[in-house]
């Protein structure tokens, strides 16, 4: 096939796939995108539905979009090492937060990990002249929705964050739990009293 009569999304994908050969190398694009042993599925689900063929195909496209706008940015090549070796879906959800303040045109930095409570948080922003401390959080897509889950997560976020310093928790949740209106207001009845 030529470029000319390929369709944009497969010429989109294609491209995707180039980027993180590059920044991840094509041994992980084989396993974790092409291959049959990914780290995960939430890049590669063996799955006859169109539906779930063209999500798939989305998060690839996604993942490289932010992964190569995010080349600049301070501490990226540290989160770049994580996904090379390990499950993908939390440092998806790590740059999906960022993307939010990226675009946001708010300059921020990832922070390099520290594993001392108070000072592990994932990035710092500036608002305004403010430094806003951020703590990127994931539910992975199997969770089983519980009040509790939300709780703990924010508590565990909240550990993570300097004390008495203006901070941001972001948790990506899992699409189901959006679908239903009664778990999307339990969901904001928890952070409401958090």
Same mark, same amino acid.
């Given at each position: 096939?030529?470029?000319?009569?390929?369709?944009?999304l497969?010429l989109?994908?294609?491209?995707?796939s180039e980027?993180?050969?590059?920044?991840?190398?094509?041994?992980?694009?084989?396993d974790n995108?092409?291959?049959?042993d990914p780290f995960?599925?939430?890049?590669?689900?063996?799955s006859?539905?169109?539906e779930?063929?063209?999500?798939?195909?989305?998060?690839?496209?996604?993942?490289a979009?932010?992964l190569?706008?995010?080349?600049?940015?301070?501490?990226i090549?540290?989160?770049?090492e994580k996904?090379?070796?390990?499950?993908?879906?939390?440092?998806i959800?790590?740059?999906?937060s960022?993307?939010?303040?990226?675009?946001?045109? !708010?300059?921020f930095?990832?922070?390099?990990?520290?594993?001392q409570?108070?000072?592990?948080?994932?990035?710092?922003a500036?608002?305004?002249?403010?430094?806003?401390?951020?703590e990127?959080k994931?539910k992975?897509?199997?969770?089983?929705f519980?009040?509790?889950t939300?709780r703990?997560t924010l508590?565990?976020?909240?550990?993570?964050?300097?004390?008495?310093?203006?901070?941001?928790?972001?948790?990506?949740?899992?699409?189901?739990? !959006?679908?239903?209106?009664?778990?999307e207001?339990?969901?904001?009845?928890?952070?409401?009293?958090?």
């Amino acid at each position: 096939k030529t470029f000319a009569n390929m369709q944009p999304l497969g010429l989109l994908y294609g491209l995707a796939s180039e980027v993180l050969i590059h920044l991840l190398e094509s041994k992980w694009v084989v396993d974790n995108i092409f291959g049959k042993d990914p780290f995960d599925k939430f890049l590669r689900a063996k799955s006859q539905s169109e539906e779930d063929r063209f999500k798939m195909a989305d998060r690839v496209v996604e993942t490289a979009e932010m992964l190569f706008n995010f080349q600049s940015i301070v501490g990226i090549e540290n989160l770049i090492e994580k996904i090379k070796k390990d499950s993908i879906e939390p440092y998806i959800a790590e740059l999906q937060s960022a993307k939010l303040l990226y675009f946001n045109e !708010t300059t921020f930095y990832f922070n390099t990990p520290s594993n001392q409570k108070g000072f592990d948080y994932d990035a710092v922003a500036t608002v305004q002249t403010s430094k806003v401390y951020c703590e990127f959080k994931c539910k992975i897509e199997n969770t089983k929705f519980s009040e509790n889950t939300i709780r703990e997560t924010l508590r565990k976020a909240k550990g993570q964050l300097p004390k008495a310093k203006k901070s941001i928790i972001f948790i990506k949740i899992p699409e189901e739990w !959006t679908i239903h209106k009664k778990t999307e207001s339990k969901v904001l009845k928890v952070l409401t009293e958090f």
